[in-house]
């Protein structure tokens, strides 16, 4: 039987590697590694952290399937999954002397990410072993040095879409956004909310922003389009506070 590894990596920065994840990268006998077209540099990322635990790593590049935009959302991402997962197991029908296959998964595999989901559909199903990352959550927080809620209160995890389609959620104090590609925070009133926001969190990269919303969204959104076109990728996440 096949054992799949799901490694989470952080947010790009070797250092966010666990001695967990180092010992697995170390004992891997092929890495999955995704190419997206004009996105290179996340493939060589992916690989400069195996080759910062080890140099004799076997690499399989694969080519990402593109979405169907002309699908419903959950039916387009539902396809796409079922695809993915197909392009897995050809590449490693291709590597069959690879008995411990690891995937590098950015943050951690359980917070927004469907690594899991689509190992779920390979067939026949690998032992699953999952390695805990440092989530762009922790390192939002840590790059700002603030607290991830207030006194004894809770914090609500969402995306970008979520946001801009159900607007701000009932009874939120502290909201974390993710996967958000269009700035939704643009949506809600300036005057009532701080925001901290971070790309290419961790890495030498990375970018900072933090304020009350009305005054630093244009700084954001300048930021972000600058850096996206600089590096053709961003990755990037925001914490967002009701002001009392």
């Given at each position: 039987?096949?054992?799949?590894?799901?490694i989470g990596i952080?947010?790009?920065?070797?250092d966010?590697?666990?001695?967990?994840?180092?010992r697995?990268i170390a004992?891997?006998?092929?890495?999955?590694?995704?190419?997206?077209?004009?996105?290179?540099?996340?493939?060589?990322?992916?690989t400069?952290?195996?080759?910062?635990?080890?140099?004799?790593?076997?690499?399989?590049l694969?080519?990402?399937p593109?979405?169907?935009?002309?699908l419903?959302?959950?039916?387009?991402?539902d396809?796409?999954h079922?695809?993915?997962?197909q392009?897995w197991?050809?590449?490693?029908?291709?590597?069959?002397?690879?008995?411990?296959?690891?995937?590098l998964?950015?943050?951690?595999?359980?917070?927004y990410?469907?690594?899991l989901r689509?190992?779920a559909r390979?067939?026949?199903?690998?032992?699953?072993h999952?390695?805990?990352g440092i989530?762009s959550?922790?390192?939002?927080?840590?790059?700002?040095?603030?607290?991830?809620?207030?006194l004894?209160?809770?914090?609500t995890?969402?995306t970008?879409?979520?946001?801009?389609?159900?607007?701000?959620?009932?009874?939120?104090?502290?909201?974390?956004?993710?996967?958000?590609?269009?700035?939704?925070?643009q949506?809600?009133d300036?005057t009532?909310?701080?925001?901290?926001?971070g790309?290419?969190?961790?890495?030498?990269?990375?970018?900072?922003?933090?304020?009350?919303?009305?005054?630093?969204s244009?700084?954001?959104?300048?930021?972000?389009?600058?850096?996206r076109a600089a590096?053709?990728?961003?990755?990037?996440?925001?914490?967002?506070?009701?002001?009392?």
């Open positions: 039987m096949i054992e799949l590894h799901l952080g947010t790009g920065n070797p966010h590697l666990t001695g967990e994840a180092r697995a004992q891997a006998d092929l890495f999955l590694v995704p190419h997206k077209p004009g996105k290179s540099d996340l493939a060589d990322l992916r400069s952290i195996i080759d910062s635990v080890r140099n004799d790593a076997v690499v399989a694969f080519d990402m593109v979405r169907d935009d002309t419903p959302y959950l039916t387009r991402v396809a796409w079922d695809e993915i997962a392009v197991a050809n590449t490693m029908a291709a590597h069959p002397d690879a008995k411990r296959v690891a995937l998964v950015w943050g951690d595999p359980s917070l990410d469907s690594t689509i190992a390979l067939d026949p199903a690998p032992k699953l999952v390695v805990a989530t959550v922790q390192a939002l927080t840590a790059a700002h040095a603030i607290p991830l809620n207030t004894n209160a809770p914090i995890i969402s970008g879409r979520r946001l801009r389609n159900h607007g701000w959620p009932e009874d939120c104090e502290t909201l974390i956004v993710m996967l958000d590609g269009d700035c939704t925070f949506t809600l300036g009532s909310f701080d925001i901290w926001w790309a290419y969190l961790g890495m030498p990269e990375q970018i900072l922003a933090h304020g009350r919303l009305g005054e630093v244009a700084q954001i959104i300048a930021q972000r389009a600058e850096a590096h053709g990728w961003i990755m990037d996440t925001y914490l967002l506070r009701r002001r009392a």
